[in-house]
């Protein structure tokens, strides 16, 4: 059992059950989520989710927060989609949430998640849902090839700016936006440990450090925190 002064400091939100597996080990753990998610959901963004629900659509998602605020405004319909996610943890919210989807494939990140699109080579024309802060790899990569891209953004990411008082022995990243919060007030000391939930954190983080980082093998919270307990 690592010892009481063990610090952690976990940048976004975290399931209780996962938060017990912490403290449990006598970590000394810290939630600080340094972004909040929204759903948008207007009246025009609503009618624009109906319509494409009566389509026989190719979508994407590379966020659970986007398929949840994407659900509810389809009022339990069934739909016929083609659906390509990014990570686990969004192909099993679609295929819980959303009724009558089929599931085209699923990648680690947005990068292949588009080569796996473009592979298909069957759609000329995807709906990519959300958020209003979105990396620009998947959409651009998408138009190289032609392929019209229909962004509809569904849920807002407001960065927070946290001047923390200590430092910790490790940090966990979950998202991109997250880390420029934490470097907009924070620097990193020689000896905390990163880790980044996926390619696109840990290179947002590469922007603000040389520091190690370290990742697990499949992007997801889960997988991320049985790394850190592996690696005190």
């Avoid at 207007?42 to 009566?54: D, H, K, L, Y």
């Avoid at 605020?69 to 990014?86: D, E, H, R, T």
């Avoid at 943890?89 to 009724?99: F, G, Q, Y």
């Avoid at 592979?119 to 790899?137: H, I, L, P, Q, T």
Wanted: net charge neutral; aromatic share 8%.
């Amino acid at each position: 059992m690592p010892a009481n002064n063990t610090s952690i400091l976990i940048t976004g939100e975290l399931a209780e059950g996962l938060l017990q597996q912490l403290t449990s080990k006598g970590f000394n753990v810290d939630v600080i989520p340094f972004i909040k998610t929204e759903s948008i959901q207007p009246a025009i963004i609503q009618q624009e989710i109906e319509r494409i629900a009566t389509l026989d659509a190719t979508v994407i998602f590379t966020s659970g927060n986007a398929v949840e605020a994407v659900s509810p405004l389809l009022l339990n319909k069934k739909i016929n989609w083609k659906v390509y996610c990014v990570g686990e943890k969004t192909k099993s919210l679609a295929e819980k949430l959303l009724a009558g989807i089929t599931l085209a494939a699923v990648a680690d990140n947005a990068i292949h998640l588009s080569q796996k699109i473009i592979g298909d080579n069957n759609a000329a024309e995807v709906y990519f849902f959300c958020g209003d802060k979105r990396r620009d790899e998947l959409p651009a990569l998408l138009l190289q090839e032609n392929m019209h891209v229909h962004e509809v953004k569904v849920y807002t990411t407001t960065v927070f700016r946290y001047k923390l008082s200590k430092p910790y022995n490790a940090v966990l990243f979950f998202s991109p936006s997250a880390v420029k919060g934490f470097f907009s007030a924070n620097t990193i000391h020689a000896p905390t440990a990163l880790f980044a939930i996926g390619d696109t954190t840990a290179a947002e983080i590469r922007k603000y450090t040389s520091a190690n980082i370290i990742m697990s093998e499949q992007p997801g919270k889960k997988e991320l925190v049985e790394k850190l307990l592996a690696f005190f």
